[in-house]
């Protein structure tokens, strides 16, 4: 059910009708009321999306330096791990030798 008042009326009793035809308009200022509500909330939302993209593209630049020496530091950190697998290697070896 719609309430609101008859603002105008486009058809006459007994008057034969197509489908989709306009048959009265109805004012409603309570849902007029609630669509502009609904419309403000939209654009609050979109105007809060285009500012996190904003500030995303502030930051984007940052990350990617951040992203860059992140991966030379792992890059790094790997060689230094693998050069500390074959130092231990050398030293099992060397104290092996010892022994025999």
Same mark, same amino acid.
């Given at each position: ?44 939302? &979109? ?10 593209? @502030?930051? %984007?630049?940052? /990350?990617? !330096? *951040?992203?860059? &020496? ?10 230094? @791990?693998? %050069?500390?697998? /074959?130092? !231990? *290697? ?11």
């Amino acid at each position: 059910m719609i309430n609101g008042y008859l603002k105008e009326i486009y058809i006459n009793e007994g008057d034969h009708v197509k489908k989709g035809q306009l048959l009265f308009r109805i004012d409603n200022p309570q849902y007029d009321q609630e669509v502009l509500t609904a419309k403000a909330s939209i654009n609050s939302a &979109v105007a809060n999306v285009n500012s996190a993209k904003i500030e995303i593209d @502030k930051v %984007k630049p940052l /990350l990617k !330096n *951040r992203l860059s &020496v992140i991966s030379g530091y792992n890059l790094l950190n790997s060689h230094c @791990k693998q %050069k500390k697998r /074959l130092w !231990n *290697r050398q030293k099992l070896l060397l104290l092996m030798q010892r022994l025999i």
